[in-house]
T-cell receptor
Framework: DGGITQSPKYLFRKEGQNVTLSCEQN?????MYWYRQDPGQGLRLIYY???????QKGDIAEGYSVSREKKESFPLTVTSAQKNPTAFYLC????????????FGSGTRLTVV | QQQVKQSPQSLIVQKGGISIINCAYE??????FPWYQQFPGKGPALLIA?????SEKKEGRFTISFNKSAKQFSLHIMDSQPGDSATYFC???????FGKGTKLTVNP
């Protein structure tokens, strides 16, 4: 079955560490997105990519970085510059950068320890 | 221009009742209005969606009502069940802009 796989499901980070969250999709979608979810804040866009080797900042990109070397993969690195990284992170993908067929992964919960 | 405002933030209904969640948007160029359902610890899943050329869409117990002139749309859940307890997000786009979510609790 096609879908989006996020890993790991839970991740713990020490202060000052960079960590990378994985997102892989086999839906043949062109566009991929990263969202951060905090209680009462809804879904806030971190980065998005419409095509391989190209990506754009979303509303809260500071302290995060991404790469898009393959159509299927869009990893997110949470850097030490992100001062409050504890959150639920969601990856999504869609057809040709449009809303139709917008599909989410199951999320990664990142906790700073 | 890019905001989607969702209300209420939380909602408690009794089993068998009607749950109503409202959203308002600003950008008249938006052409797709989905609702997503999210259970704790899971990613959001598409529940139902509507395009602006129709005023209502029904799928089972779930109905979207759309008012283009008022730039508002709402989700109605008929005969609400405890299994409907989840967080619901409206969205609008193009590239989707999400509301802040409504936590629905259906009491047995």
């Amino acid at each position: 079955d096609g879908g989006i796989t996020q890993s790991p499901k839970y991740l713990f980070r020490k202060e000052g560490q960079n960590v990378t969250l994985s997102c892989e999709q086999n839906l043949n979608h062109d566009a991929m997105y990263w969202y951060r979810q905090d209680p009462g804040q809804g879904l806030r866009l971190i980065y998005y990519s419409q095509i391989v080797n190209d990506f754009q900042k979303g509303d809260i990109a500071e302290g995060y970085s991404v790469s898009r070397e393959k159509k299927e993969s869009f990893p997110l690195t949470v850097t030490s510059a992100q001062k409050n990284p504890t959150a639920f992170y969601l990856c999504a993908s869609s057809i040709a950068g449009r809303a139709y067929g917008y599909t989410f992964g199951s999320g990664t919960r990142l906790t700073v320890v | 221009q890019q905001q989607v405002k969702q209300s209420p933030q939380s909602l408690i209904v009794q089993k068998g009742g009607i749950s109503i969640i409202n959203c308002a948007y600003e950008n008249t160029a938006f052409d797709y209005f989905p609702w997503y359902q999210q259970f704790p610890g899971k990613g959001p899943a598409l529940l139902i969606a509507i395009r602006p050329d129709v005023s209502e869409k029904k799928e089972g117990r779930f109905t979207i009502s759309f008012n283009k002139s008022a730039k508002q749309f709402s989700l109605h859940i008929m005969d609400s069940q405890p299994g409907d307890s989840a967080t619901y997000f409206c969205a609008a786009g193009g590239q989707l802009v999400f509301g802040k979510g409504t936590k629905l609790t259906v009491n047995p």
